[in-house]
């Protein structure tokens, strides 16, 4: 608002009108970004909902690998008793 074409907008006659339509501009630009700021805001919203419930599923998902591996593990060490008995047959 401090260029050259704002400062001589306001010395000419018409001054206050141009004032009034770069200060409705300005509202409009302000009122657009608020209703764009409004959609992003509710899609963040939305799509934290679902982030949460997939980190939620994926915690389960890894608590069930960790049974498996611990499963895993029992069956190896298993076979390796088994392994060092059987030569012994």
Do not use: F, R, Y
């Not at 074409?5 to 608020?34: M, R």
């Not at 499963?71 to 088994?82: E, F, H, R, S």
Request: net charge negative; proline share 2%.
């Amino acid at each position: 608002m401090l260029s050259a074409q704002w400062q001589s907008a306001l010395t000419d006659a018409q001054g206050p009108a141009a004032a009034q339509s770069i200060l409705d501009v300005e509202h409009a630009i302000l009122a657009l970004s608020n209703a764009s700021l409004t959609n992003i805001a509710t899609a963040m919203q939305t799509n934290a909902t679902d982030l949460t419930s997939q980190t939620n599923a994926l915690n389960s998902v890894v608590a069930k690998i960790n049974q498996v591996q611990g499963v895993i593990d029992a069956v190896t060490n298993i076979v390796a008793t088994v392994g060092k008995i059987v030569p012994l047959l």
